[in-house]
């Protein structure tokens, strides 16, 4: 049987982000009953095309990462709506809540009718924590590869091709600091769909939940 015409009315459907996310609000965020981090201010996706994922080799992704897009790339605290500009392309900040333990970097690009595939995606949040928490650990996973600062400290790094798979690298230990810290977070990923996601684990790897994100 041959395929049947594309529907026209279905390719003028306007594209959404919904339902994989909604506009985050001035109301710090809890995490979700697993602990992972939901809120995150989200830069749309800086080209860097690469036809293939086995680039992402440890080498070729911190120099990707290190790369200067944008002005004050590792230390900026973007509000919603804030705009960068990468090689002569105006980029957005969106303040956003993810509906899954995940976020869907593809249906966050999709929906905005961006770049899909070869991108960079920069995301950031503000975790604030009740009291200084020692000894815990960031745990994440990511399709294709990332690296992630706390509060500006490389402290998870995730190489090669991979799917994403819940805590697929944890860090060392750390310190929360009581009150705000900083995650910083960059994707890259060539062909196929992209995603991550984050969480802090104790000792015992069991999720922190006693803390709450915020946009600033």
């Not at 992630?148 to 690298?169: H, S």
Request: charged share 25%.
């Amino acid at each position: 049987m041959g395929r049947l015409p594309p529907d026209p009315k279905a390719a003028n459907v306007p594209r959404t982000i919904a339902p994989y996310f909604t506009p985050a609000t001035a109301v710090p965020k809890a995490p979700d009953a697993d602990g992972f981090l939901q809120r995150w201010l989200l830069l749309e996706p800086i080209n860097k095309p690469n036809r293939s994922n086995d680039v992402f080799v440890g080498a070729y992704v911190r120099k990707a990462f290190n790369t200067e897009y944008f002005p004050d790339q590792f230390t900026v605290i973007p509000q919603n709506g804030d705009k960068v500009t990468v090689a002569n392309q105006e980029l957005a900040w969106h303040a956003l809540d993810s509906a899954n333990f995940d976020v869907k970097l593809f249906r966050f690009a999709y929906g905005l009718n961006k770049p899909t595939y070869g991108v960079i995606f920069w995301a950031v949040t503000i975790v604030n924590s009740p009291r200084e928490k020692k000894n815990v650990r960031m745990a994440v996973g990511s399709n294709s590869a990332s690296m992630w600062w706390l509060n500006g400290k490389d402290v998870v790094d995730l190489f090669d091709d991979r799917r994403m798979v819940m805590d697929d690298v944890v860090s060392n230990r750390l310190t929360l600091n009581k009150g705000k810290n900083v995650i910083r977070g960059a994707v890259i990923n060539g062909p196929g769909l992209s995603d991550f996601c984050v969480r802090f684990i104790d000792e015992n790897g069991e999720p922190i939940k006693d803390i709450t994100l915020s946009l600033k």
